[in-house]
């Protein structure tokens, strides 16, 4: 059901919302985080609305998305869109467009909604502020999650994360490199249990989940981390052995290699953004090896 709500107030988004849950007995007890959603336009609405409602049959939820339409208008306006039940998977999504003087004022127009005793998450699919724990959005969650991967320039996207980074900020390029982290860290922990001398990252270069790869290793290995263009592997130098994990750049499985041991394949597609984001709402406190990576960006060698 969709539901909308052109030139409104959230005093009657409010009571529509109480309408159609009395209409067929739902409650908002079930709930267990709101989700906010900051855009910048509608390029990338329906993508983070489907991600938001995926994510949400493991973490019911409420989402309200707020988006800034005519900053320029001389006149407050609000327009509201409603998506329940089945437009909105086992939560309730509510859309805010904001314009004229109102768009500067989202965190008050998004406190209204947010639903008593339960956590706030902020995330920015797209664009994100600098510091996302003092943006007003950002002030009222305990988890910001922001997306590198679809701002402009991502590689200076992640690595700004670093100087606007406060506990609790994550970022969903960290979330796509879960199961390469977990292949090489299992990797390492076998004979001939040696400390790693030199790693490689390459792949393409508009890809920041391998630079926060990168940062991630510099974080743990003693000798130089570098970072490629090219194909799609991660290399781990130690004395008696080089360790490799690779995958064709559009492949969903890979290769885990290592010095006179026969070639292991593994599958290992890329992360769909819901399936990020369903993991990173799993774990609310701060995430102290993200902010490790980000501080080990600094070591990286570019080459």
């Known amino acids: ?44 609405l329906d993508e983070s609305i489907a991600a938001a409602n995926m994510a949400s049959q493991e973490h019911p939820s409420r989402v309200i998305v707020v988006m800034t339409d005519d900053t320029d208008a001389r006149d407050a306006r609000l327009d509201a869109q ?12 509510v859309v805010l467009r904001l314009s004229g003087p109102l768009a500067g004022h989202a965190d008050a127009v998004v ?35 922001t997306d590198a991967t679809n701002s402009p320039d991502p590689l200076a996207a992640i690595k700004g994360r670093r100087s606007g980074y406060t506990a609790g900020d994550t ?26 001398r030199s790693a490689l990252v390459s792949g393409l270069a508009t890809e920041p989940a391998l630079d926060i790869l990168a940062g991630w290793l510099a974080s743990r290995v003693d000798g130089p981390v570098r970072r490629a263009v090219g194909e799609l592997k991660i ?22 290699g290592r010095t006179a041991s026969p070639d292991a394949l593994v599958p290992l597609p890329r992360r769909v953004t819901a399936e990020c984001l369903a993991e990173d709402l799993r774990r609310l406190d701060p995430d102290a090896i993200y902010g490790a990576a980000l501080a080990g960006l600094e070591e990286v060698e570019y080459l």
Do not use: C, H
Request: without cysteine; glycine residues 6%.
């Open 171 to 196: 970022d969903l390029s960290w979330s796509r490199i879960t199961y390469w982290r977990a292949l090489l860290a299992s990797a390492m922990d076998q004979p001939p249990y040696e400390p790693i």
């Open 111 to 145: 406190l209204p909604f947010l639903l008593p005793d339960i956590p706030v998450v902020a995330w920015w699919p797209e664009i994100a502020p600098a510091a996302p724990a003092e943006d007003p959005l950002g002030a009222l969650a305990v988890r910001r999650i």
């Open 235 to 256: 290399e781990l130098v130690r004395d008696s052995e080089t360790v490799v994990l690779s995958r064709p750049q559009d492949g969903v499985i890979a290769t885990l």
């Open 82 to 93: 409603l998506r329940m039940f089945g437009d909105a998977g086992a939560g309730e999504v």
């Open 1 to 44: 059901m969709i539901v909308e709500l052109p030139d409104t107030s959230t005093t009657a988004i409010n009571k529509k919302l109480n309408q159609l849950r009395e209409r067929i007995g739902a409650a908002t007890t079930g709930r267990v985080l709101t989700l906010i959603v900051a855009l910048e336009n509608d390029a990338l």
